[in-house]
Structure formats: structure tokens, C-alpha cells
């Protein structure tokens, strides 16, 4: 057994105390021991939780903290421990907000019968491919069979030659500048010329003057002005004219680059990068020549509408997701979903949601880090900032190439279906010592259920999940019927998930059309344009919180959730939205969240941690006495998040007006 870290509470003398703290949670969390496998899991986390990751979403919440979070629901002191399979077998468990799956997946494990509700039609669809039961050897089956007929058909438009000894073999990825002008004419840019730091110090560059692939510090003697100028990023003018360089935004955006060097691997030779030949670019002009000719339905199914996100595209002139993809690319991705109907349904569902997890490497938008010293050769992928960037080195990848490189269908295969799939008949967890960590196999323990469709079949046997989506403010349920409540509310501001997610729905619902509902109401999504400024986080946050609340257990149901941000409206938004629901605060706990060196919050004043929160409905009679405090510690990420989550509990208890909840908050952060 381990024990548990107690947290001193700011508790009044309650007699009716000992009832409160029936459930292990309400008075005691591991703090010590989620933080240190949250600072192991932030850095890697789709390698410690693979079954999750089949499809792309975001800001998604360590594992092993919701493990721990729902370790102390467990009553039987002997099932605990973290690393002891089962303990919430007979109880219910509810995410209305399950983004990416991961309370479904953690409280399965433990033998729970699991809820999970989210608006966008993603979430579903990935919750229900991870967690179903299917035999990997049928899932290998389909897609050897479905990835032989794209090679069969598609990897001529990918051929090839070896620079050194003329073998044919297949481009790995092509690198493309992009196109812009100034009064002289027109140039490209490129985020360097430098395309690889070799590891004894050597480079591999191209020649700005004539676009030549050169090694080490030889000098190309090419005349001046014998081709397009290339020129790296962070120059704004044209020296010669001194005119601002400017971009084409008529012209539809994968045709505002063009190829400057072809990737490849050699069975002689290995890697090389060489400057495309006269049969290269025919690839790409044979695939540019019928891209019209393919027919993805009506124009209208990819015109981008402006969001928060989406409408950094527009501004760009881009107005269909169609025009962010190679034409080698979009003729993969039209034979991919030819294919789809052959399938059985989940094997379906599993391939179309391999394909369109692969978009975010294989788009337009991927840009090229391989000049890195560190990590040569890697895609920079679409969402690598939470955002849509425009990269002036853009790489196009080869989703066949037939190895397990990144982006690749091969790759992605292994690690998101074949990997997790092990995994889940046989899920591991990190035990930690001195620092380092070591890999132990929990006996027993299955990620995987089976679905059900009607509430009263969750009533009986263990690891049966119900998915639902919609709107969680009216989930269907009855009332008192579920026993927890866990799950992590989108972020206040900054991530619209609902948004940046069309990147992917427009495909998914060309590869299964049929598998959910994918014209829905985002006024009802707090997480979409409106968030900021308007209270849709509180009316949207507030009516899911009073849904939890009639569906919830009165006696001994808990709703518990992680939660974290600067801005004083997103406390006060939450404040609000719990006490419109008649929620009161037992306790709450701080524990590592994020990786500090992740890309999106690098060199940003962004917090590390999330405060857990852990609320019952009023109705328990759980009367906490908060203590309001004077001050917020904001030089500390984790004191920041207890002082703030201390100060949500004392609020939660007063009748303060909605205008003085927000300008207290504004009083305590700003």
C-alpha cells in the first residue's frame, strides 16, 4: 500500500465531519506521488497512455493523475494502491466534456461502467474505436489489405531516383519554398538553406542562387542570377529595389510553393536530398493535372467558415480545407475513402480515424525541422502550436512510404493502433525510483469494455461503456443515477478546440459519413467563437454542471475535475457556473500538469499545474468553511492554483451577485 499525503483543510468544526469524509478523496490526495509521475508523464504522454491517442485532440490531462484521482473513489483499502487492477467495479462513472477520452479509459481499467458525452463528433468516434474489444489480427488484416491497394494504385506519383547510383526508390517527403514578390520578380523563401546538420559537424544546404543541394562548405559556382532567388525567412524588402516582399493570396495556397528538394532513401546510399529532376516534377504535375477530376462532393463541405482559428486561413485567402493538400496527397486520401465501405464498421472506424490522425503530418501546413541538430529529418506538424501556422520550408509528405517514418501510414499504424492494442490487453504503468523509472505490467487489467445503448445496461457487469453525443446539458439520464462525476473542462479561452477540429471533421465525414452527427449546433460548445467576452463559458459550463448535478448521486456522489488559468474571468466564469449549479467545494489538490519546453506554452507565462477540485451537491450537507484569501501568490504556478481554487471555495459559499463574484476576482489577479 502507499500512503496517502494528507492536506491540511481549512475545515470549521463540523459534526457531521466524519460523514464528509466518507470517500478518501474529500479529506486526502497523493500529492507527492502524482507529481512525480505527472512530471514523467508530461513529457511523453502518448507513450505512456497509447490507447488514447488514435486521433489528434488537445490539451489533453496526464493519465496517471486521473488514475490517482479515481484510486481514492475506491472504498476497499486494499485495491487502493495505484498499481492494484479494479476497485470501482458497480459504479458508474461520468465524463460530460471527455475531449480525449481519458477518465473513459482510466476508470474502465479500474472495472467502472463509464458515461461519455461530448458535443464534437470526434471524441465519440475515438472513444468508441479505443475502447471496443476487436482482435488485433483483424485490424492488421484490414489494413495490409488497405494499405497494398493505395501502393498498388498510388506509389508511382512517389518514384524517385538515387542521386548517387540512379536506383529507383520512392521519395520519403519533398521540401517546397514558398512563393512571393517584389518589384524585381518573384523569389522564395525558405526558413533556412541549411536542410541537415550532419553529425560530424558536416551540412547539407542549397544554393540560393541555383537551388543545387551541396555538402560540407563546398561553394557552388553558379553565376549570379541563374535562377529564382532564395531567400530565408526574416528578410522584408528586396535589397536590389527595396520594395516589400509580398505573398499571392489568389492563387489557391498548395500552388504558393514550389519544389526545391527531394527526400529520399537509397538501399545503397541511405538518406539523400537532391535537387528535383525533370521526372520528379512530372510526379507532381501528373497529380496536379487530375486533381480536378476529383470528385469530393460539393465545394461546400470544405469552405472554411471564419472562427478564432480558422480564420488565420481566411485572412490567407484560403477558403476550402481542399486547398491545404498536395494533389499527390488528395489523390490518397480520395482512394482512402473509396476504400472504406469494404470494411466491417469498426474496422472502418478505425481506419478512417488512422487517416485522419495522419492529415496533421501529411498537409501543406507541415513544416520541416530536420535541419535540427538534434532531430534531423522530423515533420513539424500541423498543430504543433495549437495553431495553424504558415511554414516558408513546407514539406510534403509521402503517407505511404513504406516505412515506419514519421506522418506515414506504416508509422502511424504501429504506434496508434498496433502498439495501443498491445497495450491494452496488457496495460503498464511507471514505477518510480531514485529518479528513474521502470515499466511494471498490471495483472488483470484490461483498457477496453463493451459498448452499450441504453443506460439500464450499465446497471450490471463491469467495463461497459455508453457514449453519447450532444450537448451535456441534456444527457438523457435519470436522476440520482450516476456515482461520480470526472472529467476536465475545456479551457476558458485561447484553444478552441471545436474550431481547429474542422481541419479533421471534414474528412471523417467523407471516410464515415454514416457514424455520427456531424452538422451540430457549436452555439452550444464552450469552447467555440463566443467563449470570450460574452458569457457563453458560463451559460454553457453552468447548464452541464446543473445537468451533473440532477444526474448525481445526493448522498455520496462527488464531481471532480482539474482546472487552471491566469485570467480572472475564467475563475469567475467557473465560480458562477458551479454555484448556478449548487455545488459546494470538500477540497482541492495541486499537481504538475504540463510539460514547461512544450511547444504551444514555451517562453509564455503559462501555468505547470492544474488545482483538482473536488465539489458535492449541496444537498450532502457538506458545509466547508473557506477562508477568502487576502492575496493570490502569483510568482508560483502551483501556489497560484491553491490560492485561486481556495479562493472558488469561499466563494461558492457566499450570495454574492454575478458582478461582484468577477469584480472580486479582478480585485484578487489583476
Given at each position: 500500500?502507499?500512503?496517502?499525503?494528507?492536506?491540511?483543510?481549512?475545515?470549521?468544526?463540523?459534526?457531521?465531519?466524519?460523514?464528509?469524509?466518507?470517500?478518501?478523496?474529500?479529506?486526502?490526495?497523493?500529492?507527492?506521488?502524482?507529481?512525480?509521475?505527472?512530471?514523467?508523464?508530461?513529457?511523453?504522454?502518448?507513450?505512456?497512455?497509447?490507447?488514447?491517442?488514435?486521433?489528434?485532440?488537445?490539451?489533453?490531462?496526464?493519465?496517471?493523475?486521473f488514475r490517482l484521482i479515481l484510486k481514492h473513489l475506491v472504498q476497499d483499502e486494499f485495491q487502493r494502491d495505484y498499481y492494484t487492477p479494479g476497485g470501482l467495479e458497480g459504479k458508474i462513472i461520468l465524463d460530460p466534456m471527455m475531449g480525449g477520452g481519458t477518465t473513459l479509459h482510466e476508470a474502465i481499467r479500474l472495472g467502472a461502467n463509464v458515461i461519455g458525452a461530448d458535443i464534437d463528433p470526434i471524441p465519440v468516434l475515438q472513444a468508441r474505436a479505443t475502447l471496443s474489444d476487436i482482435p488485433l489480427r483483424h485490424v492488421e488484416t484490414a489494413f495490409d489489405e488497405f494499405y497494398r491497394v493505395l501502393r498498388d494504385e498510388l506509389v508511382s506519383y512517389f518514384v524517385t531516383h538515387c542521386p548517387a547510383c540512379g536506383q529507383s526508390t520512392e521519395v520519403r517527403f519533398t521540401l517546397y519554398g514558398l512563393r512571393r514578390r517584389c518589384a524585381c520578380g518573384p523569389a522564395l523563401f525558405v526558413d533556412s538553406t541549411v536542410l541537415?546538420?550532419?553529425?560530424?559537424g558536416s551540412t547539407t544546404h542549397i544554393c540560393p542562387r541555383c537551388h543545387a543541394i551541396g555538402h560540407n562548405d563546398e561553394a557552388c559556382h553558379c553565376p549570379s542570377g541563374s535562377g529564382t532567388p532564395l531567400i530565408e525567412k526574416g528578410t522584408k524588402s528586396c535589397e536590389t529595389c527595396g520594395a516589400s516582399y509580398q505573398d499571392d493570396y489568389e492563387t489557391p495556397y498548395y500552388a504558393r510553393y514550389a519544389p526545391l528538394a527531394i527526400v529520399g532513401q537509397c538501399t545503397h546510399h541511405g538518406l539523400f536530398f537532391a535537387q528535383p529532376t525533370s521526372d520528379d516534377l512530372s510526379c507532381i504535375a501528373r497529380a496536379n493535372a487530375v486533381r480536378t477530376d476529383l470528385n469530393f462532393g460539393p465545394p461546400s463541405d470544405f469552405a472554411i467558415e471564419p472562427g478564432p482559428k480558422s480564420a488565420d486561413l481566411v485572412r490567407r485567402g484560403i477558403t476550402s480545407y481542399l486547398d491545404l493538400f498536395s494533389s499527390r496527397q488528395l489523390l490518397v486520401l480520395r482512394r482512402a475513402i473509396d476504400l472504406m465501405p469494404s470494411f466491417d464498421p469498426l474496422i472502418r472506424l478505425n481506419l478512417a480515424l488512422l487517416v485522419s490522425t495522419s492529415l496533421e503530418f501529411n498537409s501543406m501546413l507541415c513544416g520541416y525541422k530536420g535541419s535540427h541538430q538534434r532531430r534531423p529529418g522530423a515533420i513539424r506538424h500541423t498543430f504543433s502550436h495549437h495553431a495553424y501556422s504558415f511554414p516558408y520550408t513546407a514539406l510534403e509528405n509521402n503517407l505511404l512510404f513504406p516505412e515506419k517514418a514519421s506522418g506515414t501510414l506504416q508509422g502511424l499504424f504501429h504506434t496508434r493502433i498496433r502498439r495501443a492494442r498491445r497495450w491494452a490487453l496488457q496495460p503498464k504503468e511507471r514505477l518510480i525510483k531514485n529518479s528513474s523509472s521502470q515499466v511494471v505490467p498490471l495483472q488483470g487489467e484490461v483498457d477496453a469494455g463493451i459498448e452499450v445503448n441504453r443506460f439500464a445496461d450499465l446497471r450490471s457487469g463491469t467495463r461497459r461503456f455508453l457514449l453519447i453525443q450532444g450537448s451535456s446539458a441534456s444527457l438523457g439520464l435519470e436522476n440520482d443515477s450516476v456515482d461520480f462525476v470526472v472529467t476536465d473542462p475545456p479551457y476558458f479561452d485561447s484553444v478552441q478546440y471545436s474550431d481547429l477540429a474542422t481541419f479533421f471533421r471534414v474528412w471523417l465525414k467523407q471516410l464515415v459519413p454514416a457514424d455520427a452527427q456531424w452538422d451540430y449546433n457549436l452555439a452550444e460548445s464552450a469552447v467555440d467563437q463566443h467563449t470570450n467576452g460574452k458569457g457563453q463559458y458560463t451559460k454553457v459550463l453552468s447548464a452541464i454542471f446543473a445537468e451533473c448535478h440532477r444526474i448525481l448521486r445526493k448522498d455520496r456522489g462527488r464531481l471532480i475535475f482539474t482546472f487552471h488559468h491566469w485570467n480572472p474571468k475564467g475563475w469567475a466564469a467557473l465560480t458562477l457556473a458551479l454555484r448556478q449549479a449548487r455545488f459546494v467545494l470538500l477540497n482541492r489538490y495541486v499537481v504538475h500538469s504540463e510539460n514547461p519546453i512544450s511547444v504551444h506554452i514555451a517562453n509564455l507565462k503559462a501555468l505547470s499545474h492544474d488545482a483538482i477540485l473536488v465539489l458535492a451537491p449541496v444537498e450532502a450537507g457538506v458545509a466547508r468553511q473557506w477562508e477568502f484569501p487576502t492575496a493570490i501568490n502569483k510568482s508560483d504556478s502551483l501556489r497560484f492554483c491553491e490560492d485561486c481554487a481556495t479562493?472558488?471555495?469561499?466563494?461558492?459559499?457566499?450570495?454574492?451577485?454575478?458582478?461582484?463574484?468577477?469584480?472580486?476576482?479582478?480585485?484578487?489577479?489583476?
Open positions: 500500500m502507499r500512503a496517502s499525503c494528507q492536506l491540511s483543510l481549512p475545515f470549521s468544526s463540523d459534526p457531521t465531519l466524519g460523514d464528509c469524509r466518507a470517500l478518501p478523496i474529500d479529506s486526502q490526495f497523493d500529492i507527492v506521488f502524482a507529481n512525480t509521475l505527472a512530471k514523467f508523464e508530461s513529457y511523453n504522454k502518448h507513450l505512456y497512455r497509447p490507447n488514447t491517442y488514435l486521433h489528434k485532440w488537445w490539451a489533453r490531462r496526464c493519465g496517471s493523475t541537415r546538420h550532419e553529425s560530424d479562493a472558488l471555495g469561499w466563494m461558492l459559499s457566499t450570495n454574492f451577485g454575478d458582478a461582484e463574484v468577477e469584480q472580486r476576482w479582478r480585485k484578487l489577479l489583476e
